[in-house]
């Protein structure tokens, strides 16, 4: 995706970002009473700016404080708990959520703005018309606490839930591979350069974001081609490759021009790269596998999450023309991401029936599917040795072995 998105995105995700704005309209909405004081009736500004508004606003300045505070504490106990029942790489969709964004920003941005309004009032700062005006504005405010506090409440009680973590997790793997299938090869086309110059990493991380419009775009401007070497999950260390451009040289200027369109950071993003999503489903899977959780159910939805997933990558058309002629990078294999998803499920689940059962099962409807028909057979028989190999009673063997036999694979 474009740089500027990506870092827009990446941005607005932090907790703080709309604490601050929420706290900013809160300040600004205080003063705004002065300015907005002469249009103000003169029969209103006498009913309404009266005492009682002092009181509404005090009530909230001492009450949203703990709210907030009560607030945080849920989110911090709940990206706790989603750490080590999920996985931690699930905790950050915790900070993240909206739903959770807006809430702990309301209150914050609620709470100064009565405390500004209070201060306000105490050193006279409004007349009766400003005073008519915070009324309203209090009143509007008590609305919108009510209705945040009500969504809050409504947030905590699946915010800890490892469902809701898996629900989000592939929410996010969806929007990643409908993305790269609508741009395969990130929108430009199959292809290696053989020789040509290689733009070299300038720190050490995961790449986190491609833009191919701005390779694009660099790749115009000096006649020449470019392959993306490191994708987006790619780990690179300083000094490896992550572009091979066509050109006999290219000077530091052009080198930090296609360097730029690579986003490097600590840790795999969901954005930009569909088998991260799909790991840490696996990673959900095998946590709920663990001797310690022995949660086999939490296997069994991320089987059904897999496959929903791999079947809407395999059955959507993709498209023909690619949008970036100049630009070379390479696909995804179907087998990596079958083995991203399904197989800490089959290494840690072949000794549980259930399991077992519902990976075969699973696996055998996608290989109904033409992109995934061989990898996804391939990997239900390994998923069938391996419940050989760990399951003690023939009888428990059988019935996972019948699964094939029950009926044909269909999507």
């Not at 004081?37 to 509404?56: C, F, N, Q, T, Y």
């Not at 709470?111 to 009032?121: E, M, R």
Request: aromatic share 8%; net charge neutral; with cysteine.
């Amino acid at each position: 995706m474009n740089r500027w998105l990506f870092f827009w995105r990446r941005f607005r995700r932090q907790l703080w970002v709309r604490a601050s704005a929420y706290a900013g309209l809160g300040v600004a909405a205080s003063l705004l009473a002065v300015v907005l004081a002469p249009w103000v009736p003169k029969d209103m500004a006498e009913r309404l700016g009266g005492p009682s508004v002092e009181s509404i606003l005090t009530i909230l300045a001492s009450s949203l404080l703990s709210v907030a505070t009560f607030s945080v504490g849920a989110m911090v106990t709940a990206y706790t708990s989603v750490s080590s029942a999920a996985s931690p790489r699930v905790a950050a969709l915790v900070t993240s959520d909206g739903e959770t964004q807006k809430s702990l920003a309301t209150f914050v941005g609620v709470f100064l703005y009565a405390i500004v309004s209070v201060t306000a009032i105490n050193a006279h700062y409004y007349g009766q018309g400003g005073r008519a005006i915070l009324f309203l504005f209090s009143l509007a405010v008590v609305v919108l606490v009510a209705f945040r506090l009500l969504a809050w409440i409504n947030r905590l009680s699946s915010l800890a839930r490892v469902g809701h973590m898996i629900d989000l997790v592939e929410a996010q793997a969806r929007q990643a591979l409908d993305q790269r299938r609508d741009t395969p090869w990130l929108g430009g086309r199959r292809g290696r350069l053989e020789t040509g110059v290689e733009v070299f990493a300038a720190s050490t991380g995961y790449v986190q974001n491609v833009d191919p419009d701005r390779l694009q775009g660099v790749a115009e401007q000096h006649d020449c081609r470019v392959e993306v070497v490191a994708a987006p999950g790619a780990f690179v260390r300083r000094g490896e490759v992550l572009a091979r451009v066509d050109l006999p040289r290219c000077d530091e200027t052009a080198q930090d021009a296609f360097r730029s369109a690579f986003a490097i950071g600590d840790s795999r993003s969901y954005d930009q790269d569909p088998r991260f999503g799909l790991i840490v489903l696996g990673e959900i899977a095998a946590k709920a596998l663990s001797p310690g959780v022995n949660d086999p159910g939490t296997a069994i939805q991320v089987v059904g999450a897999g496959v929903r997933l791999l079947e809407g990558w395999a059955t959507h058309p993709r498209p023909d023309a690619p949008r970036c002629d100049r630009l070379m990078a390479p696909s995804i294999q179907e087998a990596d991401l079958l083995d991203d998803v399904f197989g800490p499920i089959a290494r840690f689940g072949s000794g549980d029936v259930a399991v077992a059962m519902r990976l075969r099962k699973g696996l055998l409807s996608l290989s109904g599917l033409d992109a995934l028909a061989s990898p996804a057979r391939a990997m239900a028989d390994e998923a069938l040795e391996r419940a050989r190999a760990a399951l003690p009673i023939p009888a428990d063997v059988a019935r996972v072995a019948a699964i094939g036999r029950q009926a044909p694979p269909s999507a």
